[in-house]
């Protein structure tokens, strides 16, 4: 299985500074069809999981342009630009190029 | 508005069995491959099973292999999930989730324990 390794677990940021998530797989996402299937997805307190950033850096709908994706083959990245207290929660990646799909462990961002 | 609502879940004793449901509302689930992802207590999350648009094409955790069953009835415009010889790792809420997990549920907790 795809092994997803997510840096740093634990991210406390001050209000209006940027933050970064590192997501690291243990083998290259870059499926046969061209795609990397890297998502990001947000999970706030006692909610359901909402995908921000799919394919490596295509931000979904509705969410703010103060968070972006990048990076290829086996190192990615999410950044968020200036953190808001609304970003506060738990931030994972997932690879849906191989199966099983497999997520990375998790980072909590909490405000300091 | 879109909509997945999940339901069928609930206190079950090891070896048991559920059932779980996803019904879609607001649009087209056939239009839709779909997944199912647990999130067991204070975890993280964790990919369970796939079933692709018609049906055809179906994948599972190893985790969950051989006991789990995915399955769809695109008429009702609703997904399923067959959890059978259910052990006390298998608590967890589980979330079904659209395509390439696009949109999900707010979840249905099942709760293995005798």
């Known amino acids: 299985d795809v092994v997803m390794t997510q840096s740093p677990l634990s991210l406390p940021v001050t209000l209006g500074q940027p933050a970064s998530i590192s997501c690291r797989s243990s083998?290259?996402?870059?499926?046969?069809?061209?795609?990397?299937?890297l998502h990001w997805f947000q999970q706030r307190p006692g909610q359901s999981p909402r995908r921000l950033i799919y394919?490596?850096?295509n931000r979904d709908s509705g969410v703010p342009d103060r968070f972006s994706g990048s990076g290829s083959g086996t190192d990615f990245t999410l950044k968020i630009s200036r953190v808001e207290t609304e970003d506060v929660g738990v931030y994972y990646c997932?690879?849906?190029?191989?199966?099983?799909?497999?997520f990375g462990q998790g980072t909590k961002l909490e405000i300091k | 508005e879109e909509q997945l609502v999940e339901s069928g879940g609930g206190l079950v004793q090891p070896g048991g069995s559920l059932r779980l449901s996803c019904a879609a509302s607001?649009?087209?689930?056939?239009?839709?491959?779909m997944n199912w992802v647990r999130q067991a207590p204070g975890k993280g999350l964790e990919w369970v099973s796939y079933?692709?648009?018609?049906?055809?094409?179906?994948y599972y955790a190893d985790s969950v292999k051989g006991r789990f069953t995915i399955s769809r009835d695109n008429a009702k415009n609703s997904l399923y999930l067959q959890l059978n010889s259910l052990r006390a790792e298998d608590t967890a809420i589980y979330y079904c989730?659209?395509?390439?997990?696009?949109?999900w549920g707010q979840g249905t907790l099942v709760t293995v324990s005798s």
């Open positions: 989730a659209r395509g390439y997990m696009g949109y």
């Open positions: 607001g649009f087209t689930l056939s239009s839709y491959n």
């Open positions: 079933i692709s648009g018609g049906g055809r094409t179906i």
């Open positions: 083998q290259s996402l870059v499926h046969s069809d061209g795609n990397t299937y």
């Open positions: 394919k490596v850096s």
């Open positions: 997932m690879q849906g190029t191989h199966w099983p799909n497999t």
